[in-house]
């Protein structure tokens, strides 16, 4: 039976603000590293750079969601992919 490959992505926040609706901070998966800001109020998560976006941002609005009430500013968190980055 072969294992499925899996990436640890790394969460980091750095600001979190209650009457904005937004937290933001930064997540690392193997070589790539983005910034992000979750306007959870509006349902929105921006990624930058643009690079490999599209392979973090569903897992990462994901884990936002499900952890949301236990993220902290200065917090470091991880979560795991179900893919090989």
């Known amino acids: 039976m072969s294992r499925l490959p899996n990436t640890t ?16 901070g930064e997540v690392e998966a193997s070589r790539f590293r983005w910034t992000f800001q979750w306007h959870f109020l509006r349902g929105e998560l921006e990624v930058e750079p643009s690079l490999g976006r599209t392979l973090i941002k569903d897992p990462l609005n994901r ?23």
């Open 63 to 85: 884990f936002l969601v499900q952890k949301d009430y236990q993220l902290e500013p200065g917090g470091d968190y991880s979560f795991t992919i179900r893919s090989q980055f």
């Open 9 to 24: 992505a790394h969460v980091r926040v750095y600001f979190q603000s209650w009457e904005q609706g937004l937290l933001a």
